[in-house]
Structures are given as C-alpha cells and as structure tokens.
C-alpha cells in the first residue's frame, strides 16, 4: 500500500513538471532546437532522479549509443523507456502516430525535434510519408527510432514486427541499432504502480545495411527479444 501511495504521488509530480519544464525552456526552444533538446533531456533526468527516491527505481543505460547517422528499432513497454532512449543520444528524433503533435507540449516539441509524424491506420500510405519525411530531413544529421512493434508491448508478450522497419532500413541504407529493455516489469504499460528495481535500456550490436527485407526482420527480432528477455528475468529476479 505504501509502494502504492509513492507511485500515485510520482506520477502526479512528474505531470505537474511537464509542462513547468516546457514552458521554462520554451523561448530557448523556439529559437534553437538545441533549446528544446535541453529541455526534453531536462525533464527525463528530472523524472529519473525523482524516480530513484520516490519509488526505488534506478534507470540504467548498457551497451554503446551511437552517435552518427543510424536507425534505431527499439523495444517499447512504457513511457520510461522513450525518455532513457532519448537521453542517451545525441540528437534523437522519434517516428511517431501523427495524434501526439496534437499532445499540448509533447507536440510542440516533437515538432521541433524533427520527429516524423504517420498515421498507423494507413500503413501503405504511412510508408510512404514516413520515407519522404525521412529523407526530408536528412539535413538534420540524428538517430532516427522506431517502434518495430508499432506500439507498447508488455514484457513477454509476442507481437510482430511490422514491415515499416525493414522498409525504412532498405530504403536508407545505414546500419540499424536493435535496442532492448526490461522498463515494462517495473514501470507497466497499465496501471499506477511503479516497482523498485533496475529499469535497463540496452543499445545492441547493429545490424549493417544490405540484408533482404526478411533476413533483416529475423534478425532483429531475435536480437531485441531475446535480450528483453534475459533483461526481464534479471529484473524479476533482482525484484525476488
């Protein structure tokens, strides 16, 4: 009950900081995008610090983040793991469901990152805009993520992997980094409980260009489930 009660009071802070966050670091941003950087990388440190004694959860970064022109296909469990993936790079921008720039704050900002809005409900479509937005933005040199799952998945739960990725990653030509995680045993997709423990996000071996569409997907998946895995049993264990 007391895990409880932290977990509803942490939440609330950290939606009160958004948009306290967002709206101090706003004539920065709108100016600069470094400014809006600075405040999205702001909010998710605040939001880990605060994390560690509110709740007992310690987030933790493994493996080597890259720092040039890559694709990154993420596993995804909760909001956590968006904020440790995106504090870990250098200049990341995010492939997303086109609804979130209609977010007040979240949308403004994504908009300044150069984040790639689709809508999933046109997935032939949303290829299509999804590629021309990406090479639009080509100038921006950063990491472009993707969600190879298209949405958050609980830990242990089996969903495919969609064709966008493999698209994505033959059209562009450059090395994809599969990254891995466990933020789904401590910080779940439902529910106001939030665990004490080790929350990882694990940047992995990347995959190099020129693989066909489904040798590319195999391996991949394998790679972030397999690694999900093993991340979520030293999680629960860690928990036991």
Not at 18 to 37: D, E, N, Q
Not at 63 to 83: C, R, Y
Request: hydrophobic letters at 50%; one cysteine or more.
């Amino acid at each position: 009950m007391l895990q409880y009660l932290r977990s509803v009071l942490f939440i609330v802070q950290m939606y009160v900081a958004m948009p306290l966050f967002g709206l101090a670091f706003a004539p920065w941003a709108m100016f600069s995008r470094m400014g809006a950087y600075a405040a999205c990388k702001g909010y998710s440190r605040y939001v880990f610090w605060t994390a560690r004694w509110m709740v007992g959860m310690r987030c933790e970064v493994r493996g080597t983040p890259p720092e040039g022109e890559v694709l990154i296909a993420a596993k995804h469990q909760s909001f956590l793991d968006i904020m440790m993936i995106f504090t870990a790079l250098p200049a990341a921008k995010f492939i997303m469901k086109k609804e979130i720039l209609m977010t007040p704050i979240i949308g403004q900002y994504a908009r300044r990152l150069n984040c790639v809005a689709v809508d999933r409900g046109k997935r032939g479509a949303a290829i299509t805009k999804m590629l021309a937005d990406v090479q639009a933005g080509r100038s921006e040199p950063g990491q472009l993520i993707i969600y190879p799952q298209g949405t958050r998945v609980a830990p242990g739960v089996k969903v495919p992997y969609k064709i966008g990725t493999a698209v994505l990653y033959e059209q562009m030509g450059q090395p994809c980094v599969p990254v891995a995680t466990n933020v789904g045993v401590l910080w779940p997709k439902r529910g106001l409980l939030r665990k004490p423990g080790v929350a990882v996000v694990e940047f992995l071996p990347a995959i190099a260009p020129g693989l066909p569409r489904e040798a590319f997907l195999a391996e991949l998946e394998r790679a972030v489930e397999e690694n999900s895995d093993a991340l979520r049993a030293e999680a629960e264990a860690g928990r036991g």
